[in-house]
């Protein structure tokens, strides 16, 4: 009924860590990469190693998790890295610098509108950029290592509710399977001579020829919902505490990896507050480097 991401057992660094250590080290990098006025490129390039490591040592095939990142790149390149380079909106006021060194202006002959793009802003969208993929290396290679069986227990071990346990337990797995009844149908429309590659007109006219494939989607997710609820309540879910068939237990090697996120953490908030460490500006060896 409800499938699962591509995960498969590997004999990886990051998949012997225990689950928790690796929400734990992921939250510490996100709360440390959302701190208030850090925009430090000085942060970001640290923290992007780190997140790019662990990606790294996860060992994903390149065939497992293509897609994953042609979307995840197209998101954070052409919405948070051109709305960065052409607003320069979401950020701190210094990446609007009315000096910065202007490398491309386009305005509406007679008025002050149009597109300006300086040295500033792209400064940062870069740092934008680097500061999300920071954040997302580390939560995608999640669903393709960690073994699916385990998101509740680990939920539920770092004290989390029977509640919130399973309602993350089947968030992580409603992607996937809404992908699963997806394919099903497709293939199945196919089988009937619906040309679903070759959808022409206007944007209205391919909305109403996509019905075939929508309606019979979310009827299904709608169903399998409900099928997942009377499982649970024909369990009793929720009537007194579950006991839970995993057990999960820390490894030195998790506790070294537990103590470095803290530091990371703790780390950007002394360099930040303690040091006044952190705030946005635009490098010399940068400028000097897009003016020649």
């Known amino acids: ?24 080290v992921l939250l510490c990098t996100i709360f440390a990469l959302t701190i208030p006025e850090i925009w430090d490129y000085r942060f970001m390039i640290p923290l992007f190693l780190f ?48 000096n910065s060194p202007i490398i491309y202006q386009a305005l509406i002959p007679g008025t002050v509108w149009g597109i300006t ?28 290592t960690l073994d699916p069986n385990i998101y509740g227990t680990a939920f539920k071990r770092m004290g989390a509710s029977d509640k919130v346990s399973f309602t993350m337990d089947l968030a992580l797995r409603f992607l996937p399977t809404f992908s699963r009844d997806l394919t099903i149908t497709v293939d199945a429309q196919r089988a009937r001579g619906y040309e679903v590659e070759k959808l022409k007109g206007g944007f209205v006219e391919k909305i109403r020829k996509l019905a075939p494939l929508i309606i019979p989607v979310t009827m299904q997710s709608t169903v399998t919902g409900e099928e997942v609820i009377d499982a649970m309540d024909l369990r009793a879910f929720d009537t007194a505490p579950r006991t839970w068939l995993k057990e999960l237990h820390y490894a030195p090697r998790d ?38």
């Open 51 to 98: 997140s790019l490591t662990q990606f790294v040592l996860a060992r994903i095939e390149w065939k497992e998790m293509r897609r994953t990142l042609f979307f995840v790149f197209i998101l954070v390149f052409f919405i948070i890295g051109l709305n960065g380079l052409l607003s320069g909106r979401g950020g701190p006021s210094a990446a609007l610098d009315p």
């Open 1 to 24: 009924m409800l499938v699962t991401w591509k995960y498969r057992p590997r004999d990886t660094f990051i998949q012997r860590l225990d689950p928790r250590t690796r929400f734990i």
């Open 255 to 292: 506790y070294f990896m537990i103590g470095l996120g803290v530091v990371i953490f703790l780390a950007c908030c002394i360099l930040k507050w303690g040091f006044g460490i952190g705030g946005f500006f635009v490098p010399d060896f940068f400028t000097k480097f897009i003016l020649g």
């Open 117 to 144: 793009i300086t040295i500033s802003k792209l400064w940062f969208a870069m740092t934008q950029v680097l500061r999300i993929l920071a954040m997302a290396l580390p939560a995608i290679a999640i669903p393709y």
